[in-house]
């Protein structure tokens, strides 16, 4: 088993990774501060792996939550279901909260347990490939508005994640490109080596080795782990992690949440954030073409909808949690393994962008 550590002082909490790790008890019992759990899952993980999870708490009071799956499911009147369930089962603030899932499920019950009784204990048990390596760690918790995506939200640390690689398994090919798509994204913003190593064994990734998947989660939570014990509250460059997020996010939005998975809309924002970065002079077209073939290789979509041009584009950026001053901001590439901090965008050549980066 791998143990990396989130360094943020007493709030500091380790990422376990490894194999058949849901089913050890011994992982979960230090970070249960009370008889009193609450499991928070979904539908479709609840027959593959609750009961698994369930064994290792036999020896407390253990009550769940089953929510519907969907990302149009992430939002404040589901996460009531949450308050309803500690509530009726009159858990206190020491009760601890488990959520079992990906990346809406993570977000989701943390900031239940952000929110209830100004704070209870969480653990996370990311159970795709992408709450595995970005989601679960850093404590980012919130839901979905119909204006905005993850516009509601806490900073909020768990109490440890345990990233079990075999849950994996019964992910759909789809989803693990998706997930692909946010460890693309750490080699593109601080890690050149680790890209070139992705370039090299992005089939083995597809092929779900283990080994290959092992040493990409491990990477990525080292990278994500380095950031988040920097700068944990965004105030400078833990906004790097949103290379091609706020067009991501537009993309999200526009499309309708749920058609476009999060790690798509990521593989598409990274290319215009390329394609806006080579129009800066900085990006070479080689780069961008490096950029775009890693996408396309993960079976990942590199070019926006349609339906969106770049008026809408522009609406829907201008809702955006780095914006400032009612100005876009965009986090760029200088080069591959170096971001920009976020910088308000050049109208014109972001315009470009949008009008022709991917267009026919
Ligand atoms: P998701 O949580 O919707 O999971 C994807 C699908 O896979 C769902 O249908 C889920 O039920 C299913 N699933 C999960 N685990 C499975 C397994 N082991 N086997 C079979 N099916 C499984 O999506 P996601 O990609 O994990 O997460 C996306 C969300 O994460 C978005 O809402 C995004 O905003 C958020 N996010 C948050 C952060 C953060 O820092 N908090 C970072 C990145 C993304
Ligand atoms: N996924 C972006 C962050 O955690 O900051």
Avoid at 116 to 132: C, E, K, V
Avoid at 169 to 190: F, M, P
Wanted: charged share 20%; glycine share 8%.
């Amino acid at each position: 088993m791998i143990n990396l550590q989130v360094a943020l002082g007493n709030r500091s909490y380790p990422i376990y990774i490894g194999s058949g790790l849901i089913s050890h008890a011994d992982l979960y019992s230090p970070h249960i501060k009370s008889n009193q759990v609450l499991l928070v899952t979904n539908e479709t993980i609840a027959p593959l792996y609750l009961t698994s999870v369930l064994n290792c708490l036999h020896e407390y009071n253990c009550e769940q939550v089953v929510l519907p799956d969907g990302e149009q499911f992430k939002t404040l009147e589901v996460v009531t279901k949450v308050f309803d369930k500690l509530l009726s089962s009159r858990f206190g603030r020491n009760a601890t909260l488990i959520a079992l899932g990906g990346g809406v499920i993570g977000d989701m019950g943390g900031f239940a347990a952000a929110c209830y009784q100004r704070g209870m204990p969480f653990l996370q048990i990311p159970t795709t490939l992408l709450a595995q390596v970005d989601s679960s760690v850093g404590g980012k918790t919130g839901v979905n508005h119909p204006l905005g995506k993850n516009m509601i939200g806490a900073f909020y640390q768990p109490q440890c994640v345990i990233a079990d690689a075999d849950v994996l398994d019964t992910l759909d090919d789809r989803q693990l490109s998706a997930g692909l798509a946010e460890v693309i994204k750490y080699g593109l913003i601080r890690d050149a080596e680790f890209f070139t190593w992705l370039e090299q064994n992005i089939e083995a990734l597809l092929n779900r080795d283990k080994q290959a998947l092992a040493f990409a989660i491990e990477r990525s939570c080292i990278n994500k782990a380095e950031v988040v014990s920097e700068d944990e509250t965004e105030t400078g460059i833990r906004a790097t992690l949103n290379l091609g997020h706020t067009f991501g996010h537009a993309i999200e939005t526009g499309a309708g949440y749920g058609k476009y998975l999060h790690g798509e809309a990521v593989a598409i924002g990274t290319c215009q954030a390329a394609d806006l970065s080579r129009r800066k002079g900085w990006l070479t077209d080689a780069d961008v073409e490096r950029i775009i073939t890693l996408f396309k290789k993960a079976k990942l979509p590199v070019n926006p909808p349609e339906e969106l041009d770049a008026e809408r584009f522009l609406e829907l950026m201008s809702v955006d949690k780095k914006n400032s001053e009612g100005k876009i901001r965009l986090i760029l590439l200088e080069q591959i393994g170096r971001a920009t901090l976020p910088m308000k965008a050049n109208q014109d050549l972001l315009e470009m962008t949008l009008r022709c980066y991917g267009r026919k």
